[in-house]
């Protein structure tokens, strides 16, 4: 019986990928407007060249390549889309087909990952152009784990953003909390800096937190810096399970309290 | 005469747009947080460099500081004044009601530029304020000093908008072009850090390419008196040359506008 939910998946993707397909300059835009890390990257690796930070030039720019890497990957913007759906009564059609809605979202993201290849080739290409010395070959090691962790932090990206996404039923600017949140994935996720170089009280809570598992755990296992995986994994799946109860609880009430315009 | 005339529409303008967001307060909250979490954000990015012995080449934390203080105020400006007029011109291409804005007796860019004004940028402006302030105080700036600050950043300003503007302008050709201003406001992140913290090319394009450098690290080197005149004057010409260029630009676009139903 499996057979199923993979034509649907497959069915899905298909459709979104034919569609992502005609957006295809503006997601260059999107891809672009990704330079968050290359900004840092020149930061530090100005740095490191004055002084000893503990890391090497090269090392800062295979870090924050691979910042940039798990960042392309896991972009997801569900929020924006269920909130309109919400507010424009828009999701009441949708409930009334035999799937739970979603799923359109989640093969969406996935679907728009694939037209997004090209370009990450492109300017992941252009990076080994302007820093050779930072070009290396992952161990197998990291090869498996890391992709398993960035699908993983995708995963659970999604699923949080989609949970406060439920808040759209009660409120009419969900996004603004998004926003919010957004300021501490900002600056706790190793985004400005691997988290070795913060303080060791601030890496502490924020290795409770899950926001360093969306960017710094994934690109450390990538690039092969030691992070403590078992732990890591725990947490991921720790906070996981907290936003998919916490989900499905706001999803039922949520759908019951719903009253958008022609439902 | 023409001059009062425009007066008199920005007042009315503004305090229509006042008044209708005044309708969300608790936005005015929401908007005091993120902007007080966004601060602490920046301060631990800035502060993650200072914690080792490592400065930016010629600038001391505080002065540092002053150039977080100039982005933050900048922030401000342009949440208030750039991004919600500047931002919508996509959505007036898209939907045709671009030829409602070409109609009106007035200069439609200047129609386009001004016509909204949102109060939640106020924060960024305070705190930004603030943060100029305390920090100038440990460097031991006078008010004339402070005062400095003013022409670099006005140019800055007049600079950003254009940029800007000019992008906006391209949806006329390209209808979903939303997304170019969101690349123009990553790349404006940079304008945190004094450009003399990034390595030689970054530099060359922060400051020929998209001038960041112009728009905090000019004036905050105006302010401790340690601008070159020559960087001054580079800022008055990239903003009168860029306004031109706006307007030139905006001139030339129309011409290929078609509205949406033809």
């Not at chain 1, 503006?26 to 002084?51: D, H, K, M, T, Y």
């Not at chain 1, 890497?69 to 409930?95: A, C, H, M, Y």
Request: proline share 6%.
């Amino acid at each position: 019986m499996l057979s199923r939910p993979l034509h649907v998946a497959r069915t899905l993707i298909s459709v979104y990928y034919a569609y992502m397909v005609e957006y295809r300059a503006e997601l260059i835009f999107w891809v672009l407007s990704g330079s968050f890390p290359l900004i840092f990257l020149g930061l530090w690796n100005q740095a490191a060249q004055s002084g000893d930070l503990g890391f090497t030039p090269a090392e800062f720019a295979r870090y924050f390549l691979g910042v940039f890497l798990v960042r392309q990957f896991t972009v997801v913007w569900v929020i924006w889309d269920f909130e309109k759906e919400v507010v424009q009564g828009k999701l009441s059609p949708l409930l009334l087909q035999p799937i739970d809605p979603v799923w359109r979202h989640f093969f969406g993201h996935v679907a728009e990952r694939i037209t997004r290849l090209p370009f990450i080739m492109l300017l992941v290409g252009l990076f080994c152009l302007l820093y050779p010395e930072a070009i290396w070959l992952p161990t197998p090691y990291a090869v498996v784990w890391g992709t398993l962790t960035l699908v993983l932090s995708f995963c659970l990206r999604f699923l949080i953003q989609y949970t406060f996404a439920m808040l759209a039923f009660w409120v009419e600017k969900a996004t603004a909390i998004q926003q919010f949140w957004f300021l501490f994935y900002t600056f706790l996720s190793g985004m400005v800096a691997p988290l070795a170089l913060f303080p060791e009280a601030v890496r502490t809570i924020a290795l409770w937190t899950p926001f360093p598992y969306l960017i710094y755990f994934p690109a450390s296992l990538l690039i092969g810096l030691p992070v403590d995986l078992p732990r890591g994994l725990m947490i991921m799946i720790g906070w996981g399970a907290i936003a998919f109860i916490i989900n499905r609880i706001l999803w039922r009430v949520g759908l019951k309290h719903y009253s958008g315009m022609g439902a | 005469m023409k001059l009062a005339r425009y007066a008199r529409v920005l007042k009315l303008f503004w305090q229509v747009s006042i008044a209708a967001e005044l309708e969300y307060r608790i936005n005015f909250i929401v908007a005091v947080v993120s902007s007080l979490g966004g601060l602490a954000g920046s301060l631990f990015g800035l502060f993650l460099f200072y914690r080792t012995d490592y400065s930016f080449p010629g600038w001391s934390w505080s002065e540092a500081l002053l150039v977080l203080g100039i982005f933050t105020i900048l922030q401000g400006v342009s949440a208030t004044f750039l991004s919600p007029n500047l931002n919508k011109i996509v959505g007036y291409v898209q939907e045709g009601t671009l030829d409602f804005v070409l109609l009106k007796p007035i200069s439609s860019q200047f129609w386009l530029s001004t016509h909204t004004v949102s109060p939640w940028g106020l924060p960024d402006l305070v705190f930004g304020s603030i943060i100029v302030l305390y920090a100038g105080g440990q460097i031991g700036l006078e008010a004339l000093d402070y005062l400095a600050l003013f022409p670099p950043l006005a140019l800055g300003i007049a600079s950003l908008y254009s940029l800007w503007f000019i992008l906006g302008a391209t949806s006329i050709w390209f209808v979903k072009i939303y997304n170019v201003t969101e690349v123009l406001r990553s790349l404006l992140e940079a304008g945190r850090f004094p450009i003399e913290g990034y390595p030689a090319i970054y530099r060359i394009f922060f400051t020929f390419i998209v001038p960041v450098a112009f728009l905090t690290t000019v004036p905050a080197q105006t302010m401790i008196g340690r601008s070159n005149p020559i960087w001054l004057l580079g800022s008055a010409l990239l903003a009168a040359v860029l306004f031109q260029a706006s307007k030139w630009f905006w001139g030339f676009a129309l011409r290929f506008y078609t509205s949406a139903s033809s």
